[in-house]
């Protein structure tokens, strides 16, 4: 059986709750539910809860809600519970102390105070093949405290009773039936630790893979300095989930091809763990734009139309009361029109704000040079057009300038103008199409323009 038939593939992402769900957290949870979803195994959520003076409930339930956002579903978790319960660090004290006491009654930890340590022996080969980075080759002689000759002891249990991160680990991996870590590349140092402590217990040791780091343009580790690390600025950007989900899966991993854009049931037939790439991803926000533009030309018009609905309300654009007059269609057909004009949904909405309200346009109107006797002319005479058809208005825009012996462009912009008071937009005889006569006349009427 091949192992991307391995329906006993168990992963699971294992946030700590002190903070809101970042791009690192989010693309190690990503690859997890990739392998998760394309062997067929199961994804689990557990909540690394032990910092309880940093750990609160709310970051949990952003995290949580993050994921949502992301699509990514878990199949055991704190709020949806499981057979390998309780999910949350905080609720199995008792099983970490269990095993303490284990290593403690054969010898292999002792006690400091309150404090239970792991005696490291020396002399142990504790290498291990990742799947990403290969063969790591470790002694346990290598694991010396800073400036000493002594070998590093592993504190498993805190003074204060609480266990540590490399401790709890290996007792929650190990219990839960975990068949494959996938985190990030930082933690491959604690690795040869956590396999000693597999090694006391008896226990088989996992299948690690160590995703890559996550690099800004100037190939310094992605911070805060590089702009937005929370999943949900990305949100608030105007980015779509479908379209962070897919850069995101594109951050050490390639659909082959030079397959760029794809759905997520895509992306998880098509992902393999052997293909993760070790080196570090650069995140890229051109790419970034470029996918979200290419997911928002490929939504169903009204699902695009929800996506952008809410940048023109934040802009203070009445949509509603204009679903009400015109239509959701009218709307959503607008925003067809704009056939792919704006990166994200929020650069969607200001760039067809005109749609939705004259306002932004008296707002920007700014023409005093305009010859307005020569332009009323023109437009009089294109907007007696029968049936106010694109191809109508166009044509007869392209008689008059014929007959008149001057440029199109001299009455098509200022024309683009007082419509949308934008020097850029769609084809301006679609948008006066779709805007109507009345709306038309409106607008050049109140610029003085007819
Ligand atoms: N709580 C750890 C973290 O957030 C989990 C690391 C791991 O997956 O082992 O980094």
């Known amino acids: ?20 769900l970042h791009i690192g957290g989010g693309h190690t949870a990503l690859f997890n539910w990739l392998w998760a979803r394309h062997t067929g195994g199961k994804f689990i959520l557990r ?15 952003t995290i949580m809600s993050g994921m949502k956002w992301l699509g990514l579903d878990w199949d055991e978790g704190v709020d949806i519970g499981g057979d390998y319960g309780p999910y949350r660090q905080s609720e199995r004290l008792d099983l970490y102390k269990k095993y303490a006491e284990q290593l403690l009654d054969e010898g292999k930890a002792y006690k400091d105070g309150e404090a ?3 005696k490291t022996e020396p002399g142990q080969d504790i290498s291990f093949d990742d799947i990403v980075y290969g063969r790591v080759e470790v002694n346990s002689d290598g694991l010396r405290e800073k400036d000493s000759d002594k070998l590093k ?20 991996d190990h219990l839960m039936q975990i068949s494959h870590v996938i985190r990030g590349e930082d933690h491959i140092s604690n690795t040869p630790k956590q396999i000693l402590l597999y090694r006391a217990l008896n ?3 996992p299948t690690f893979a160590h995703l890559p780091m996550i690099l800004g343009r100037d190939k310094k580790k992605l911070s805060k300095r590089h702009g937005a690390t929370s999943i949900y600025e990305y949100r608030d950007m105007g980015y779509m989930p479908d379209s962070v989900f897919n850069f995101l899966a594109l951050l050490g991993w390639s659909a082959g091809d030079d397959k760029e854009i794809f759905t997520r049931s895509e992306a998880a037939d098509l992902f393999e763990l052997s293909k993760v790439a070790r080196r570090p991803a650069v995140f890229d926000f051109d790419k970034l734009n470029y996918i979200n533009q290419e997911h928002l030309k490929r939504l169903e018009p009204l699902t695009r139309l929800n996506m952008v ?16 007059s015109r239509g959701e269609k009218w709307l959503a057909d607008a925003l067809t ?12 909405a200001e760039f067809s704000d005109y749609f939705v309200s004259f306002e ?11 010859d307005k006797d020569k332009l009323k002319k023109f437009y009089e005479f294109v907007f007696a057009a029968k049936d106010f058809k694109a191809s109508e208005l166009e044509e007869l825009a392209r008689k008059w300038v014929e007959e008149n012996g001057v440029k199109m462009k001299d009455y098509a912009m200022p024309l683009r103008y007082a419509l949308t008071g934008m020097k850029v937009s769609p084809g301006i005889f679609e948008v006066a199409e779709h805007l109507g006569r009345e709306e038309c006349e409106k607008r050049l009427k109140f610029f003085g323009l007819l």
């Open 1 to 20: 059986m091949s192992v991307t038939e391995n329906k006993n593939v168990r992963v699971r992402f294992a946030p700590s709750p002190t903070g809101a």
């Open 47 to 61: 909540i690394e809860d032990t910092d309880l003076v940093r750990s609160t409930k709310e970051y949990e339930q």
């Open 116 to 118: 239970i340590i792991f």
């Open 153 to 172: 002891d592993i504190v498993i249990i805190k003074s204060d009773g609480m266990p540590t991160y490399n401790y709890a680990v290996v007792v929650d």
């Open 203 to 205: 226990w088989e040791v």
């Open 309 to 324: 609905a809410p940048f023109w309300g934040e802009a203070g654009l009445d949509v509603e009361a204009v679903k009400n």
């Open 337 to 348: 029109l704009m056939a792919g004009r704006g990166r994200t949904a929020k650069e969607m």
């Open 360 to 370: 932004p346009v008296k707002q920007r109107w700014n023409a005093d040079e305009l």
